[in-house]
């Protein structure tokens, strides 16, 4: 049982144990879930108020997160709540004593040769995988977010012990061989769940991927050329640099631009600037300025990387390409996508060209009113400006009253209200809440982070998430979801093997200290994942809470879809627990969080002005919806073109194959992204005087390195979210329906990794949906793809 929040004042007088949702480890599997005496139950609307309070009161913050500093005679709790981590010299006992536990597990898996222990081969992997990725995964969020040197390099020195032994075992072939000979026995396979057969075949790709099936010299090569192109990539992902680094202008071709950002930029001779090719500047410039010959100049400039960013791309698809056919592929998007929803670059390619040519009557609307107000031919330099001017002439026509209404949007949007409302929206769709909770001295990485335990409907503990968003000095301004630890399934012999350890350097529980119940039908331990929202939201001051921009919320939402995955799929292994699943469907859950953000149903949850609790009215509601669908309108579809025609450039990229070896192959990066531009562009850049391209905007194009081949998959999932909205969320009018809720959770988040998406993506819509007519859906291929396609992405929320 949970109890309600206790201030400073009253815990001294009362002495209550602080409310947690760790289990002990030693107690036996049909003890209770709490690991605190029950005092009294606290009511939803005490939590709601409270999950308010703590993000928009400086000072009910203050007091409410006075216990973290004043331990009451208590020992520090760790890092997260890892009880090895009370000093920068516990992330090295850490690592050590995980990877003891691993090279123990390794050794057992390589000893196996009875049914009974390849039985148990697949959770001994599982297991040394969630060794790993504790380690792993924890050691480099806090490495890049504490403050103190000292234990971010301590983290970092843990991070790089583990990272190292994971290389080791990629390539100790023993461990994939054991694998083998258990897929390779019936009576070992029908023993096994769904889940241990689908986290078998996913290691035994990890292994594949690894090269462990090579010979000696190529899987010699392989892991050079591995280790080759993490750096290259690493160095165009933050690289990027345009090949000159200001255009110089006459200040009179400036006119448009703000005069006081002309005089920022004017050079010695005051008749001419140098505007820059990075940064804010230009961007304002091609929207402001009213010299089109100065726009085209700028748009060039800016739409042409250096050289040796061109050099370094090329250098990284050729690597790609023949490490790709090193692993017997026949190009490195082939060998990417093998396990991915599409499988296959043909796929990926259906799904493209189908989704440009239904977004292509939008994107020629939209372009012809921009014409319209050229008056002559539209060029791409042209978008900004013109795209600019309509939305100008759309603000200047709305009534003041409208105006001023939309600029107070944010008083409605403080972030203890937004908090408030997805603990609400969860409650209705899933039967979770979200319950603010104090932490224990030492638990978070700065002061201004805040506990929150997620819980059922009957108090039931599910997850911890921490939530880092307010902005300080050097933090990382992107917002992000991190899972700390995934869910799984604690063994029996985890337990025992805990119980018997009497070392006192060493953590004796079997989830090092961090968060764990019992599961009440299973009566077996449960992991529960531990989550880091970070985002960069401003900081309430004493007087005024962190009040939101429509687009923060949106994030918001966003982030926290990832973390509802976590919460809602925990899986018994973690290979498929939550947000690991293809990398084409993990962005499915966030996308589809972003609508509920400014649904009107949702609104009405938690929108309410920060001083004067009142709501947000149904005029404001109405103008929002408005706003975004003239925004839409305008530019709507040329900014999904954007995204499809980058995705088409990242597929013909990944799937080019040259004609000499692959040590001197070359792609000539330029010509094959304007040759995707002419094919599909609306507005492709047009080539210079003597025919050849004027642009190489592909060296800024940063996501070829992570995203390599997989650029797709977030308008991918954007359609599939579109559709499930559409006909799943609103199809009975309202978006808050506990059935369709429950559908969702059930046909897709509690699945994790667990169920091919295909799979999902049909049960979720239902047999009866003509999209899943046949069921075309299931199995995937071609035409599935192709179906979503023509699902296209629609034109709201787009970015303003």
Not at 84 to 111: E, H, M, N, W
Not at 212 to 217: F, N
Not at 747 to 766: H, S
Request: hydrophobic share 35%; glycine share 6%; aromatic share 8%.
């Amino acid at each position: 049982m949970l109890r309600p929040w206790v201030c400073r004042t009253c815990r001294l007088q009362q002495h209550l144990p602080r409310r947690s949702i760790t289990t002990s480890a030693l107690r036996s599997a049909s003890a209770s879930a709490s690991a605190t005496p029950a005092h009294f139950s606290p009511s939803k609307k005490s939590d709601d108020d409270t999950l308010r309070r703590v993000f928009d009161s400086q000072s009910f913050w203050r007091d409410f997160s006075a216990s973290s500093s004043y331990s009451l005679g208590r020992q520090p709790t760790g890092l997260v709540q890892n009880q090895y981590l009370t000093t920068p010299d516990g992330f090295r006992a850490f690592a050590q004593v995980s990877l003891q536990k691993c090279q123990a597990i390794v050794s057992r898996v390589l000893a196996a040769s009875t049914v009974d222990e390849y039985r148990g081969l697949v959770r001994q992997l599982d297991r040394l995988s969630d060794l790993l990725c504790r380690v792993i995964d924890l050691s480099d969020f806090i490495r890049a977010s504490h403050p103190d040197p000292p234990v971010q390099e301590a983290a970092g020195q843990a991070y790089a012990l583990m990272f190292e032994y994971m290389n080791v075992l990629n390539t100790t072939t023993g461990l994939h061989d054991q694998l083998r000979t258990a897929l390779n026995q019936p009576e070992v396979t029908d023993h096994w769940s769904s889940e241990e057969k689908i986290v078998a075949r996913i290691l035994l790709q990890d292994f594949a991927n690894s090269a462990i099936h090579m010979p000696p010299l190529e899987r010699q090569r392989f892991v050079s050329l591995s280790n080759e192109i993490s750096q290259l990539g690493s160095a165009f992902a933050h690289g990027a640099e345009p090949a000159r680094s200001h255009v110089v202008v006459p200040t009179n071709n400036l006119r448009g631009l703000d005069p006081l950002l002309v005089q920022q930029i004017k050079r010695w001779n005051p008749r001419s600037a140098a505007v820059p090719t990075v940064g804010l500047i230009p961007r304002l410039a091609l929207r402001s300025a009213h010299n089109e010959d100065v726009r085209r100049e700028i748009y060039q400039a800016t739409r042409t990387a250096n050289s040796r960013q061109i050099q370094r791309l090329e250098q990284l698809l050729a690597k790609r390409a023949e490490l790709a056919q090193l692993a017997g592929f026949s190009t490195f998007a082939h060998m990417t996508l093998n396990d991915k929803m599409a499988r296959s670059p043909a796929a990926v390619s259906e799904f493209l060209t189908t989704l440009i040519t239904s977004n292509r009557p939008d994107v020629k609307e939209e372009l012809f009113q921009l014409q319209v107000q050229k008056g002559n031919q539209l060029q791409p330099w042209d978008h900004a400006y013109y795209v600019h001017s309509r939305v100008r002439q759309y603000e200047v026509s709305q009534q003041s009253r409208k105006s001023r209404e939309l600029a107070a949007i944010p008083e409605f949007f403080s972030l203890g209200t937004v908090m408030q409302g997805l603990s609400r929206l969860f409650d209705r769709l899933y039967g979770v809440r979200l319950v603010p909770i104090e932490t224990g001295p030492g638990e978070t990485w700065t002061p201004d982070v805040r506990r929150l335990d997620v819980v059922d409907e009957n108090d039931r503990p599910l997850a911890v998430i921490y939530c880092d968003l307010f902005s300080r000095p050097n933090k990382h301004p992107n917002p992000a979801h991190f899972t700390l630890r995934c869910a799984r399934e604690i063994t029996p012999e985890e337990i025992a093997e805990s119980a018997s350890i009497d070392d006192p350097a060493v953590v004796s529980h079997p989830n090092d200290g961090m968060a764990t119940t019992v599961d009440t039908e299973s009566k077996t331990l449960r992991q529960l994942p531990t989550i880091a929202l970070v985002c960069d939201f401003p900081e309430p001051s004493t007087s005024t809470p962190s009040l939101l921009t429509e687009h923060s919320v949106r994030t918001l939402f966003h982030e926290m879809g990832h973390a509802l995955h976590s919460i809602l799929g925990q899986t018994k292994l973690q290979s498929i627990s939550g947000t690991r699943c293809a990398t084409d469907f993990a962005e499915l859950p966030s996308v589809l969080m972003e609508r509920f953000a400014t649904d009107p149903s949702v609104l009405a949850l938690y929108a309410r002005h920060w001083q004067t609790d009142q709501p947000l009215s149904e005029t404001m509601i109405q103008h929002m919806a408005q706003d975004r669908a003239v925004h839409g309108a305008i530019y709507g579809a040329v900014e999904n073109e954007a995204q499809i025609l980058m995705a088409l450039v990242d597929q013909a990229y990944h799937t080019t194959t040259t004609t000499e070896s692959p040590p001197n192959s070359h792609i000539n990066t330029t010509s094959l992204y304007h040759e995707v531009y002419f094919k599909h562009a609306s507005l492709p850049d047009p080539l210079d005087s003597s025919g050849n391209p004027s642009t190489s905007w592909q060296g800024f194009f940063g996501h070829l390195y992570g995203y390599g081949a997989t650029y797709y998959s977030y308008i991918f999932d954007r359609a599939i979210a579109n559709k499930m909205w559409e006909d799943v969320f609103q199809s009975g009018g309202a978006a808050i329906d506990r059935d369709a809720g429950e559908r969702y959770k059930n046909e897709v988040l509690r699945w994790g990794g667990g169920r091919n998406g295909w799979e999902c993506v049909a049960g979720v819509l239902g047999a009866q949906n003509p999209s899943n007519a046949d069921g075309r859906l299931v199995e995937g291929g071609d035409e599935a793809m192709r179906e979503v396609g023509r699902w296209g992405l629609g034109r709201d929320g787009v970015s303003g």
